[in-house]
């Protein structure tokens, strides 16, 4: 069913309308709009009137984009700067702007349903899994295991909340917007660490083995973290890692310069400026205090666990079968009732298995090979002509869920070079690759194009049956003998396979037994 949620919370206002499939929510549409009630209220205690105005207003358009994208129904949640004492006819107003109950979730109910949309976006072993969720107003904590949660509590250290502890400090010509004091800043610091301590020893408790970060200032952290470090990342951050010590140096950087001079750091956007650096504090504490050595980003959270909650299901898929749900969707999207991918894929398949031996790769790199071959097509949907350029860019901008950033780079290099003769070391996924991984990606390239192929004629005609050594070279067992077209696009299509594994491949009928 197409459901919409408005989360109504203390950085912004966003719209997610969604699909929701079971345990898999297809965004349709996403809106949003900064407007830090969070920090008007830890300035005036209560929402100031004009603010609230403007509120009222956001959430009337919101709820109409919502109607008119097709949403059957709408939920609307608010959080912490909506809990505030007096907030309660703004509450009322919000309610009727959105033509539903506005629910007020409290601090573990905000936790336990970021924690929710946060696992059933990301592939983590199913053990105990910390769930961090930084706001505007607070900064949710939850500790599970994959759909069973085992405790949850909300902190008040959101980062437009704390952006109002601290002043400017003075530069040669007089105060610098955003450059916080010295003194301000260690006693920020101080203030994280004693609200954090009560939440310590429970966490530890649980021992958690891997922790997920969510948010938008998680996310555009993320970012900055990568570009810091030269990395290359997909357009969506999601699964990917964030070192504390690099979190640490950004938050250095971060807390260093005033706001403008933030906004001109690499990946900072100019509406986060404002506060990314107290963001960029809490969270280096949190994780650091709170989590294992294992760090990943989420891009789904609260928005995603409230649709799941009320219109799904909240059983979380182990990882690869949210990815095979992924592809699947993907590609049906894309590429239709086509049979081409699947039977290159299952051709993929087979060759991956019968020359094991030869390259060694293991059942990771089989599992990437047969999605690549899944969606290698899909660019043909939008023209035949450059179609792997297309394909590529499907790729990287549908926000797949359970691939992290290297993986992602593997299905992109593939999809983007199955039609060419090898890789250009200059495509950045591919460079951002270390060197096994570029090695495992061009053996499985060559993998690739070969069973691409033996279908060449799109008419499944024949099919792998197996291979063999044959003296010096590949013998491709097959159902039926391969046509004229099929026989030449193997022979000019080896080549690759040929450097890779030094194999020169034969085609021929198995013999009927």
Same mark, same amino acid.
């Given at each position: 069913?197409?459901?919409?949620v ?23 549409r ?122 949850a ?12 502890? +601290? ?8 105060? /610098? #917007?955003? $450059? *916080?004091?010295?003194?301000? %800043? &260690? =006693? @920020? ?9 009560p939440?310590v ?43 504390r ?22 990946? +900072? ?8 650096h /107290? #963001?960029? $504090? *809490?969270?280096?504490?949190? %994780? &650091? =205090? @709170?989590a ?53 894929a ?20 089989r ?13 043909? #949907? ?27 780079a593997?299905?992109?290099?593939l ?56 003296g ?42």
């Amino acid at each position: 069913m197409r459901a919409a949620v408005l989360d109504l919370g203390s950085n912004s206002f966003h719209l997610l309308v969604a699909d929701v499939d079971g345990s898999t929510v297809h965004p349709v549409r996403r809106q949003r709009e900064m407007l830090h009630l969070g920090r008007a209220v830890a300035h005036h205690g209560t929402v100031p009137v004009d603010l609230a105005v403007r509120a009222v207003a956001t959430v009337e358009r919101l709820a109409e984009l919502a109607r008119r994208s097709g949403a059957e129904t709408v939920v609307a949640v608010g959080t912490e700067a909506l809990r505030a004492p007096g907030a309660g006819d703004l509450v009322a107003r919000l309610s009727d702007a959105a033509g539903t109950p506005l629910e007020l979730l409290d601090g573990e109910e905000e936790a336990r349903l970021a924690y929710l949309g946060a696992r059933a976006g990301v592939d983590v072993a199913d053990e105990p899994t910390l769930v961090l969720d930084l706001g505007g107003g607070s900064l949710e904590l939850a500790v599970g295991s994959g759909e069973r949660i085992l405790w949850a509590t909300s902190l008040p250290l959101g980062a437009s909340r704390l952006s109002a502890m +601290v002043g400017d400090a003075e530069g040669p010509d007089g105060p /610098v #917007a955003g $450059l *916080v004091p010295a003194a301000d %800043l &260690e =006693r @920020l610091r101080t203030h994280v660490h004693d609200t954090l301590a009560p939440a310590v020893d429970v966490v530890r408790s649980h021992a958690p083995a891997t922790a997920v970060a969510v948010g938008g200032t998680v996310r555009a952290l993320a970012r900055l973290v990568a570009l810091r470090a030269g990395r290359w990342l997909p357009a969506t951050v999601n699964q990917a890692p964030l070192a504390r010590d690099e979190l640490a140096d950004a938050t250095a950087a971060l807390t260093a310069v005033g706001t403008d001079a933030r906004a001109e750091l690499p990946g +900072v956007k100019s509406r986060r400026a404002d506060h990314l650096h /107290v #963001a960029a $504090l *809490v969270l280096s504490t949190a %994780l &650091e =205090r @709170l989590a294992g050595p294992d760090v990943r980003v989420s891009d789904w959270g609260l928005r995603e666990g409230v649709l799941l909650h009320r219109f799904g299901r909240t059983l979380v898929p182990a990882g690869r079968t949210l990815r095979e749900r992924q592809v699947d969707w993907l590609q049906h999207t894309f590429s239709g009732d086509d049979p081409h991918p699947t039977h290159v894929a299952a051709t993929a398949r087979r060759l991956f298995d019968a020359t094991a031996a030869v390259h060694g790769h293991d059942d990771d790199a089989r599992e990437l090979l047969g999605h690549a071959a899944s969606l290698h097509a899909i660019g043909t #949907a939008l023209a035949l002509r450059r179609q792997q350029e297309h394909g590529a860019y499907l790729l990287e901008h549908a926000e797949l869920r359970g691939f992290d950033p290297d993986e992602l780079a593997v299905l992109l290099t593939l999809v983007r070079f199955h039609p060419s003769r090898g890789i250009s070391r200059r495509f950045p996924p591919f460079a951002a690759l270390d060197a096994t991984g570029r090695a495992r990606t061009t053996d499985l390239l060559a993998l690739l194009q070969v069973a691409d192929a033996l279908d060449t004629t799109h008419d499944q005609q024949v099919t792998l049956l197996g291979a063999r050594r044959s003296g010096a070279g590949l013998e491709l067992e097959l159902s039926a003998p391969a046509s004229a077209p099929t026989a030449r696009a193997v022979q000019d299509r080896s080549a690759l396979f040929d450097r890779r594994f030094a194999l020169p491949l034969r085609l021929r009928v198995r013999d009927a037994a």
